[in-house]
């Protein structure tokens, strides 16, 4: 049987002000390992905000009540009221409406109207237009002649326009980039905490418990040899999610990657984690999850009402970097894919940016995962940057494809990290929308099989057990793992001191 907790909501607090208040509350009692100040806070916070939801709920009993006596004693203005709900109501929406539409066309002549005019001006500038109008004062030649000189003429401009300019960029892109997070009240003092709980304590096993230090594990990403993930050619991620439900010794975490995923990170299942949101990641999430909604909200492509449930943190430092790949998976025929997705259809994924700052690189492939010859898009992810994917940029859609129109196509995005530059860490907390649950130990994050897993086969216990093996040689080796703990402290230290994050 599940344990009954209260989840308290955005929506349950008075103001802002009052969710700061005890975020930053809880926030310090943890820091400063007083369990018990920790407990009775949540509890008066929990007892608070549900005697509030149950005020609301016995003003909305109050009220049905109330109806339901109207109704009894007087039917006749209540139907008086049904009537005015059913037709004058819909009047008026219907002349706001028409109203709306007017205007609409209004603004489209008038810009239809300017457009006419920009037309008329470049055409008066072009150089056939303005040969013809001097030919026309001046009758030295006849008509046909200069028309062929204007031809020969416009041919070479041509040819010396294309040899000038550079080559075009491709289609636009869907996706949104918002600035200045860093200047939000409260952000930089929730990234410092979860980031020195990662980067400033000892690594553990996935099997250990608690919410500090780094998870180790080994994997083949891309099919390469076996390395450790934070010695792979690929990012440095740990995973984080809300739960679904919770028992006393487990709970149903969502995840993301247990779709196509699972071969492309390479990870066993004896040594994949995922941890659960402590209060400043939620804190984070309920930020963005507001400017997911407040920039898509007239969107009619994307689904502002899931929210974000998984947090992954990628660490981008020395040589690591990501090819060109796509997060969703789409079938032969462009639509998604149910079987190979673990997100939730049309959903947007968000990145929070910290530390130094790295490329995304978008560029247009075909059905064949053929590459266009234009420039691609590049991003610039900076300090504070959040960068909103929008998911029809994945999609298999027609397009302008080098130079031709109507091509089937989809963005692929890769990064190259920082470049192999030392001493330069930039990390991404990227938050999902998925559909995918995974039942895993509520202390350490490990996964646990069921039969929603099946069993295990041959080939894949003898990689476990190369992997476990491995594993324990390297935490044996303690001088080469306290070389490198070091090392990624100093560049978080790094980074904590250039960018202010306190």
């Given amino acids: 049987m599940a344990e009954f907790q209260y989840n308290p909501r955005k929506s349950d607090y008075e103001s802002d002000e009052e969710y700061l208040f005890y975020f930053q509350k809880l926030c310090d009692a943890r820091m400063k390992n007083n369990h018990f100040r920790f407990i009775a806070l949540r509890d008066e ?17 109050k009220q049905q009540e109330l109806e339901a006596l109207l109704e009894r004693q007087e039917p006749k203005l209540v139907s008086t009221i049904n009537k005015i709900r059913q037709h004058l109501i819909p ?49 030295e030649q006849p008509i046909a002649k200069r028309l062929r000189s204007t031809k020969k003429t416009d041919e070479q401009q041509e040819k010396q326009d294309q040899q000038q300019q550079p080559p075009q960029t491709t289609a636009r892109m869907k996706s949104k980039v918002i600035r200045g997070a860093e200047n939000i009240e409260g952000v930089n003092k929730a990234i410092n905490r979860i980031l020195s709980r990662l980067f400033c304590y000892p690594f553990r096993k996935p099997s250990s418990g608690g919410e500090y230090g780094i998870i180790v594990s080994m994997n083949s990403a891309y099919g390469n040899e076996d390395r450790l993930n934070h010695d792979r050619l690929s990012y440095l991620r740990q995973s984080y999610s809300l739960s679904k439900e919770l028992y006393r010794h487990a709970r149903l975490a969502y995840t993301y990657g247990a779709g196509t995923g699972v071969s492309t990170f390479g990870d066993v299942f004896a040594q994949s984690c995922c941890r659960e949101m402590c209060e400043e990641m939620i804190f984070l999430r309920n930020l963005v999850q507001r400017l997911v909604v407040k920039t898509f909200k007239l969107d009619p492509l994307v689904n502002t009402e899931a929210e974000f449930n998984t947090c992954e943190v990628i660490s981008y430092f020395n040589d690591k970097g990501i090819p060109y790949h796509r997060d969703m998976t789409m079938n032969r025929d462009g639509t998604y894919s149910e079987k190979g997705n673990s997100q939730v259809k049309d959903t947007v994924v968000a990145i929070l940016v910290v530390g130094d700052p790295r490329e995304l690189e978008f560029a247009l492939h075909d059905y064949d995962s053929v590459r266009q010859n234009d420039l691609p898009n590049i991003i610039r992810l900076q300090h504070g940057v959040i960068f909103l994917l929008h998911p029809r940029d994945e999609y298999d859609l027609p397009r302008n494809f080098s130079g031709r129109r109507g091509v089937v196509s989809h963005f692929r995005h890769k990064s190259k990290g920082v470049n192999g530059s030392p001493n330069k860490l930039s990390i991404g907390f990227v938050f999902r929308c998925c559909r995918t649950t995974q039942l895993v130990h509520r202390r350490s994050g490990n996964y646990i099989r069921d039969k929603k897993n099946g069993k295990e086969s041959e080939a894949s216990k003898m990689k476990t057990a190369r992997f476990e093996q491995e594993l324990e040689d390297y935490f044996q080796d303690k001088e080469t793992k306290r070389e490198h703990e070091q090392f990624l402290e100093g560049l978080f230290n790094t980074i904590s001191k250039t960018y202010n994050i306190k």
């Fill in 91 to 139: 009047q008026y929406h219907h002349q706001q409406n028409m109203h709306h539409q007017q205007q609409h066309q209004h603004q489209q002549q008038q810009q239809q109207q300017q457009q006419q005019q920009q037309q008329q001006q470049q055409q008066q500038q072009h150089p056939i237009a303005k040969r013809l109008r001097s030919s026309k004062e001046t009758d």
């Fill in 45 to 61: 916070r929990d007892k608070k905000l549900r005697q509030r939801y149950d005020e609301r709920k016995n003003v909305k009993k």
